[in-house]
C-alpha cells in the first residue's frame, strides 16, 4: 500500500517491514522484497570496477546479485545487505542515496561505510 512508503523510487520501494528491490529476478524483472528483520549488515561504497560500478544486472562474481539499473555508474553509491536468510549479498542503487539513508536510518538499520 504506497501510504506505507517511507521512501520510493524507480529501484526501490522501503515500507515499515522492508525494502522492496525493484527489476531483481532475471529475466523477467520481478520484485524481491528483503525483511529488515533479515538484514545482518548493510553497506555503502563508492561505485568502483570491482564493486559493481558496470554490472548493470545479474552477478559477476557468483557472490554479489544486483537487479537491473542502466545508471549504476552514475550513481553516488552501491549498497551492499548481507541476509541472515541466504548467503548471496544483493548489491543495488538508488536514484536519491541521502533520503534512502534517512529512511533505513528511521528503522534502526545502520549503514556501514567500506
Known amino acids: 500500500m504506497e501510504s506505507d512508503l517511507i521512501y520510493s523510487d524507480k529501484l526501490v520501494d ?3 517491514k522492508g525494502i522492496r528491490l525493484k527489476r531483481y ?3 523477467l524483472g520481478q520484485a524481491k522484497f528483503v525483511k529488515f528483520q533479515d538484514i545482518f549488515k548493510m553497506e555503502r561504497r563508492q ?3 570491482a564493486n559493481g560500478k558496470w554490472r548493470y544486472w545479474g552477478s559477476g562474481d557468483f557472490v554479489t546479485w544486483f537487479p537491473l539499473d542502466w545508471n549504476r555508474s ?3 553509491f552501491i549498497f551492499f545487505i548481507k541476509m541472515s536468510t541466504q548467503s548471496t549479498r544483493i548489491g543495488f542503487t538508488v536514484e536519491d542515496s541521502k533520503a534512502f539513508i534517512e529512511a533505513i ?3 534502526g538499520i545502520r ?3 567500506s
Open 14 to 16: 522501503v515500507d515499515d
Open 25 to 27: 529476478y532475471f529475466p
Open 47 to 49: 561505485p568502483t570496477l
Open 74 to 76: 552514475g550513481r553516488d
Open 105 to 107: 536510518e528511521s528503522k
Open 111 to 113: 549503514i556501514e561505510d
